[in-house]
Antibody, heavy 121, light 110 residues
Framework: EVQLLESGGGLVHPGGSLRLSCAAS????????MSWVRQAPGKGLEWVSV????????YYADSVKGRFSISRDNSKNTLYLQMNSLRAEDTAVYYC??????????????WGQGTLVTVSS | QTVVTQEPSFSVSPGGTVTLTCGLS?????????PSWYQQTPGQAPRTLIY???TRSSGVPDRFSGSILGNKAALTITGAQTDDESDYYC??????????FGGGTNLTVL
């Protein structure tokens, strides 16, 4: 059974940093691209970032480019999202997602349950 | 910047058929955009229904189907059930590793 378990969310001050983790199980992580998607309270889904199966390709939404960094450790079956220079508008539930194939043009096929990040003073 | 468009809301009667669409503010949607559809009920994580235009995700009933209709991607629900009352999101691949979600459609079944 495919499982994605996010952790690392919480309350952080504006300008602060946070690292999210996503522990994957039930499939071979190295065979799939992986994504992060967020959802602000009461709002729709917003794509944040994607990383290729090997980690050689990383892409970001304009809203987080230069501040967020996606990475993966296939040996640990874990996906990460390093978030720096956080702003109030980054407050959201962050979902880890498994893509349907190895390329960054592969749509999301499975979602984690999400972790809440709150940026507030 | 290209915007992905969805109907903000839609209503269908139980047992009825509804087609939700996913378009572009400029241009036409094709299979090259790998259109995909997700269902979300309040307080829950999204669930994948359809990806790559018309591939049904594991466990999704066959009354959910995806297609290209005219210049838009479409999600059709045949024989709508009260459990289908949810928010539905589409996503399109814009190239260069970038994806964009639509604003979502709130579907009411009554």
């Amino acid at each position: 059974e495919v499982q994605l378990l996010e952790s690392g969310g919480g309350l952080v001050h504006p300008g602060g940093s946070l690292r999210l983790s996503c522990a994957a199980s039930g499939f071979t992580l190295s065979n799939y691209a992986m994504s992060w998607v967020r959802q602000a309270p009461g709002k729709g889904l917003e794509w944040v970032s994607v990383i290729s199966d090997s980690g050689s390709g990383t892409y970001y939404a304009d809203s987080v480019k230069g501040r967020f960094s996606i990475s993966r450790d296939n040996s640990k079956n874990t996906l990460y999202l390093q978030m720096n220079s956080l702003r109030a508008e980054d407050t959201a539930v962050y979902y880890c997602a498994k893509d349907s194939n190895y390329g960054v043009n592969s749509p999301i096929s499975f979602w984690g349950q999400g972790t809440l990040v709150t940026v507030s003073s | 910047q290209t915007v992905v468009t969805q109907e903000p809301s839609f209503s269908v009667s139980p047992g009825g058929t509804v087609t939700l669409t996913c378009g572009l503010s400029s241009g036409s949607v094709s299979t090259s955009y790998y259109p995909s559809w997700y269902q979300q009920t309040p307080g829950q994580a999204p669930r994948t229904l359809i990806y790559n235009t018309n591939t049904r995700s594991s466990g999704v009933p066959d009354r959910f189907s995806g297609s290209i209709l005219g210049n838009k991607a479409a999600l059709t629900i045949t024989g709508a059930q009260t459990d289908d009352e949810s928010d539905y999101y589409c996503v399109l691949y814009m190239g260069g590793g970038v994806w964009v979600f639509g604003g979502g459609t709130n579907l009411t079944v009554l």
